[in-house]
């Protein structure tokens, strides 16, 4: 490892639900340093991998949810942090682990400054039409209910990413992983997008339901079917893929499938339909479409949910070349020459919009060891 580099590198730390991202980052955004912990409980890991790298220019932290205040990255201190918490009911699997990164760098590197940088931001665009929820104006204004949309940082990178790729000014973003979701991008701003007030809503997860009729959930509610408890637990990790076909892992789903399984089949079937329903719907929203754009864990790396949801999408003017699409590789395009809107397979890179943000939070300059920082601040 080389401390020089080090010295000036950006440490970004992406915690998710269960895992935690650590990477160092140059000026020109290469990868000095990186681990991905599986099973990050929230107390180990930072410490290890800091510890031949003490001189950290800046750090910057992935945090799910901004609410109404955070339209832009924000440094932080005791009162940033206070909101972030008081955020927590909104985004339960993801912001204690965003709080205890903050914790752990805080502890670790005292000195050193650090930006949170919010999935939510980057949706801050959404028309007034995307954005709000027919719900009675009293409740909209309490308690500032309307659709935040999440994995902004994602969506931003993949949609510049392609674009500076393949050219074009109407972009549908595919975020697919564990948490899936779709945005409608034009000239680099988000227009509309699947996940609303929470990361619960829209397409079918790995463990989460997506849109369900709220009647049905007040059917089970108020029939004492299930209390609150039992139904939160079970929209977020028994549901999705996993409630279908008893795996979460999609991998596994299709080889249960392939053996014959019925549940695992429904399960890629139900997964396709949504992922297709919702492209065409961020497709209207556009008023058409030029790129489309696949990322993520599964948008990367599953080529058979990428053909057969591009299969249905002909009348868009989609068409994917099948060597290309099984080629997997990062960056690259696998439409058909004859297509008329190019479909892109785009790396995952949410440490380099992190990064971004904290350069243009604190003043940072490419090529700076941190000299030169201007005592910015965001959201609000």
């Not at 020109?28 to 790298?53: C, K, M, N, P």
């Not at 027919?134 to 409740?139: D, G, K, N």
Request: glycine letters at 12%; proline letters at 3%.
């Amino acid at each position: 490892m080389d401390l020089a580099l080090l010295m000036r590198g950006l440490l970004v730390v992406n915690a998710g639900s269960s895992s935690l991202k650590l990477s160092v980052l140059d000026e020109d955004d290469s990868v000095l340093a990186q681990r991905h912990l599986e099973r990050w409980d929230g107390t180990d890991g930072i410490a290890d991998f800091l510890a031949d790298a003490p001189d950290i220019a800046a750090v910057g932290h992935r945090v799910v949810h901004g609410g109404p205040d955070f339209s832009a990255p924000a440094v932080v201190d005791a009162d940033v942090r206070t909101r972030i918490e008081r955020l927590t009911d909104l985004a339960p699997l993801h912001q204690p682990r965003a709080l205890a990164g903050i914790d752990a760098v805080t502890e670790l590197l005292p000195d050193v400054p650090q930006v949170a940088c919010f999935d939510t931001a980057f949706h801050h665009t959404l028309p007034a039409a995307a954005r709000t929820y027919a719900l009675p104006a009293r409740w909209r204004k309490a308690w500032d209910l309307r659709r935040y949309g999440f994995h902004g940082l994602s969506h931003a990178y993949a949609a510049r990413r392609a674009t500076e790729l393949g050219g074009g000014s109407r972009v549908v973003t595919c975020h697919l992983g564990a948490g899936c979701s779709l945005a409608a991008v034009r000239d680099g701003r988000s227009v509309d997008t699947t996940m609303g007030f929470t990361p619960l809503a829209g397409l079918v997860m790995a463990t989460r339901s997506g849109d369900v009729d709220p009647g049905l959930l007040v059917w089970l509610l108020h029939n004492g079917k299930l209390d609150v408890s039992d139904l939160a637990d079970g929209l977020e990790h028994e549901s999705g893929v996993r409630g279908l076909a008893g795996n979460a892992d999609l991998r596994d789903v299709h080889r249960a499938a392939d053996s014959g399984s019925r549940d695992a089949a429904l399960a890629l079937e139900v997964f396709v339909h949504r992922l297709r329903q919702g492209i065409a719907a961020m497709a209207a929203s556009l008023g058409g479409l030029d790129l489309l754009v696949f990322t993520g864990g599964v948008g990367e790396h599953d080529a058979v949910v990428r053909s057969q949801t591009v299969a249905g999408l002909g009348f868009l003017g989609v068409e994917l070349d099948a060597r290309r699409n099984a080629a997997r590789s990062a960056d690259a395009l696998v439409s058909s020459a004859g297509s008329a809107v190019g479909v892109w397979v785009v790396e995952a890179r949410e440490d380099v919009e992190i990064a971004d943000g904290v350069r243009r939070t604190i003043g940072i300059r490419r090529g700076d060891s941190g000299a030169g920082r201007d005592d910015a601040r965001g959201g609000g």
